[in-house]
Structures are given as structure tokens and as C-alpha cells.
């Protein structure tokens, strides 16, 4: 069995004490339910539902401790990588990967293993070739944009996380750091250096005592590693690097876009002033649509009465302007239920009076009430990807019984607002279909 089915699993058993304890009422349905998800987690273990929800290593460590310690790894994914992944899945720690786009492509299996461990994926350009990346910003932008299209192919994710190759100093000018933000990703440089990449072959006894400097006063330790080209050295350091910050009381987090950006200053150079800068109708063409459809850099909230569901930014995408979410997903935090039917090749849910049946081939949602016969089919926008049914949201909401909801950008994220009347709760009903 492989270790994502283990944690579907997992997380199927939660889903099931959680519903029977909020749903007093509904024992007898329950208890068929209960049977019917572990029908199905054992039927699933190739993981049909939810391959992109986060591991418990990135979604939570206790938050005793004030001191943060983030391990990235740059450059890769490479040779040394999945020993990397390895000893960090053994010290139950989590890490952000700052990958190049050339890379993804060479070894797309990594990329998916990083993801599935509960790693977060940052962009590290395409090629790290400076000469193109800093010859001018829309050399450097077309790399982010080259590389996040790749990795969106293979997870479905578009990270908002960038680090620059070498970092900021003396390549980042103003426009580099106003634009990329304005596009909606926020830049991570470092705060305390490995070291391992400053000549061949670093011992690892140096690269240590280099990752353990934290500087005075720093209670967010940005710790940069490399796990691309030869770093086998980075390998054999890297258990004493994490026994080190385990000892000293930090928790280890992965980075997000959200978070308060670890940047160094803009070195006056007059290098940069050779640099043509974008046109304002470039900007307006590339960047200020990114910008716009760059929102799954924020939490998507869905307040349903006054039910709140809430997603991480990693836990739902935007295609198309569309807001999607994973079925499976989606339907536990409604605490809905869903079952998947191979032979059709359907996935049906259940929540309150509503029955919708998706079809990822047909693209369709059928909906009817419990107790009718005959349900409505709609085309809904959706997609099926590494074993995930992707759906709209609002299509979805309104085939669950919402008769109005909103779509709202704010500052702190998307928020769909379903309006009242809802559709009743009518409990007879569930044994019937059962
Ligand atoms: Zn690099």
C-alpha cells in the first residue's frame, strides 16, 4: 500500500467520528455510512479522491513554540531529492522546495512525491541561468511563468512562491519586487545560509554549523539547502541540522504565500539602469491579469448560514476565472457524504435533502431531492486530474439546493456567500436510498 491510500484512510476514519458526533440524530444512517467509507477506502487504495489535500505535516504542528524554522531546498527536483524526502518523512518534518522548471520536467514523479509528503512547491525560475533572468524582468517573468504552467500540469497547483536564483541581492531591482508582487507572488529569500552551495563539495560538518547560525533577534529561522546537482554533502548534514532546531524548541513550518516575506534590500547598482523596463501596456497584459487571477494565494471561504466552510489556498484552484474544488475534499468540509461508482464511472453525493451525481467524463452534475425519481442534469465545469474530481464550486453549491450565493474577492481571500431559503433536512428519506 502506498503512503497516500494510508492517509486517506486516515483521514476517511476522522471524516467518520466527526460526522457521527455533529449528527446525533442520524445514528442508523451513520452507521451505514461509516461501513460504506470503509467500502470505500478499501476499494480506492490507486486514491481516486483528494490527492492534493495537505498532509498532517504541512496542515499542523502544535503552535507552542514562537521560534519557526523553515528548511527549503532549492534547485531541484534532482539525484539527491528523494533522500532528502526521505529523511524528512523519517524526522516527521515538513519543507518547501524551490524547484526549477526544467527539472519538473525531467523528473515529474518528484514533483508529485514532494507534494504528496506534505512539501510545499516554490518556483526557482526555469533554467537559473542569470544572465537571462536578470538581463531584464520579462526574461525573468516568462521563466515563473514557464515553470508554474509546468508544475500546474503536474499538480494542478500554481505555486505563489518564488525565490530568486542567488537571491534578491544585486539582481532584484525595484521593478522585479513591485511587479512580482503586483503579479501575486510573494518573494522568499533567506535569512540563514547553509552554505552548501558556496563552493564544490562543502563538508558536511560546515554545512551544519552554517544552517545552525541564526542570527541574533531572528525567531523565524529561513534556512537555504540545496537538493539539486551534486549535494550529497547537504544529505548527510541534514539530520543534524533538524536535531539541532528539534532541540532548540522551533516548529517547523512550510512557507506560504502569505506569510511576511523573508527579503533582502534593493543593492544600488548601476547595472540595472540598462535594463529596459516593461511598457505599461506589457504590465497591463501580463501582469495585472495574473494579478487578477491570482487568488488562490488566499483562503476560499464558504459561508452557508451560519456554517463557514473554509479552504487553504492549496486546497482548491482557479481555472478560467472558475473557483475549483476538490469533491471529495469539498464534501467533507460540508459534511456531506460521497461514495465512487467505478463501473459508471460516477462519484455521487449526498448532503442534506440532495443527491448530485458527478460525472468527470460527461461533465455533468444530475441532482434531484431524495425522494424524487427523476434527477436534472447540467454541464458544470470540471475536470478529472492524478485521480481528483476537480468541480466548480458555485456549479456544485447550486445543485446542492442553494438558490442564490455570491462570489466576493476581499482582502483576506474568496468568499461565496449562499443565501437563504435552504432546501430542508429530511432524515426519513436517507434509508431509502441506502
Ligand atoms: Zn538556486
New binding site residues.
Given amino acids: 500500500m502506498t503512503q497516500g491510500s494510508h492517509e486517506m484512510m486516515q483521514r476517511n476514519g476522522q471524516l467518520i467520528e466527526q460526522q457521527t458526533s455533529n449528527h446525533s440524530c442520524g445514528r442508523v444512517r451513520m452507521r451505514k455510512y461509516l461501513s460504506l467509507w470503509f467500502t470505500l477506502a478499501a476499494l480506492l487504495l490507486a486514491g481516486v479522491f483528494g490527492a492534493n489535500v495537505p498532509s498532517a505535516a504541512a496542515a499542523g504542528k502544535s503552535k507552542t513554540s514562537d521560534k519557526v524554522v523553515y528548511l527549503s531546498f532549492?534547485?531541484g527536483p534532482g539525484k539527491h531529492t528523494s533522500e532528502v524526502l526521505d529523511i524528512l518523512r523519517d524526522e516527521d518534518v515538513p519543507a518547501t522546495f524551490?524547484v526549477l522548471g526544467e527539472q519538473a520536467e525531467r523528473m515529474p514523479g518528484m514533483i508529485k512525491r514532494i507534494a504528496s509528503e506534505g512539501h510545499v512547491i516554490g518556483n526557482?525560475t526555469y533554467n537559473?541561468e542569470y544572465k537571462e533572468l536578470y538581463r531584464n524582468f520579462q526574461t525573468f517573468w516568462q521563466q515563473i511563468k514557464r515553470t508554474e504552467d509546468i508544475i500546474n500540469n503536474i499538480l494542478g497547483i500554481r505555486p505563489a512562491l518564488v525565490r530568486a536564483?542567488?537571491g534578491t541581492y544585486g539582481h532584484f531591482d525595484h521593478t522585479y519586487f513591485d511587479l512580482l508582487k503586483k503579479g501575486g507572488y510573494a518573494v522568499m529569500d533567506w535569512n540563514v545560509d547553509s552554505g552548501d552551495s558556496k563552493r564544490r563539495n562543502v563538508p558536511a560538518s560546515d554545512i551544519v554549523a552554517h544552517a545552525t547560525d541564526v542570527p541574533a533577534g531572528v525567531s523565524s529561522a529561513v534556512v537555504l539547502m540545496?537538493d539539486g546537482g551534486a549535494h550529497a554533502e547537504t544529505v548527510k548534514a541534514l539530520p543534524d541540522i533538524i536535531r539541532y532546531y528539534k532541540q532548540q524548541g522551533y516548529r517547523f513550518e512550510v512557507m506560504q504565500a502569505s506569510d511576511k516575506p523573508v527579503q533582502f534590500q534593493v543593492k544600488p547598482a548601476v547595472k540595472y539602469k540598462y535594463r529596459q523596463s516593461p511598457s505599461a501596456s506589457w504590465i497591463a497584459k501580463h501582469v495585472n491579469t495574473n494579478a487578477e487571477q491570482w487568488i488562490v494565494a488566499k483562503p476560499l471561504k464558504i459561508q452557508l448560514g451560519n456554517m463557514t466552510v473554509e479552504l487553504k489556498p492549496d486546497e482548491y484552484r482557479i481555472k478560467d476565472q472558475t473557483i475549483l474544488v476538490p469533491l471529495r475534499g469539498y464534501m467533507n468540509k460540508l459534511e456531506g457524504s460521497i461514495s465512487w461508482d467505478q463501473t459508471s464511472g460516477t462519484a455521487t453525493t449526498w448532503w442534506k435533502d440532495r443527491i448530485v451525481q458527478v460525472n468527470p467524463a460527461m461533465g455533468t452534475l444530475t441532482s434531484k431531492r431524495l425522494h424524487d425519481q427523476d434527477g436534472q442534469t447540467v454541464q458544470a465545469v470540471m475536470e478529472s486530474r492524478d485521480g481528483t474530481i476537480w468541480v466548480s464550486a458555485g456549479d456544485l453549491i447550486e445543485q446542492l439546493g442553494a438558490k442564490k450565493y455570491t462570489v466576493q474577492s476581499k482582502g483576506s481571500g474568496w468568499v461565496i456567500t449562499v443565501e437563504p431559503p435552504w432546501t430542508s433536512m429530511e432524515h426519513r428519506h436517507f434509508y431509502s436510498i441506502i
Fill in positions: 532549492d534547485d524551490y526557482h537559473h536564483p542567488g540545496h
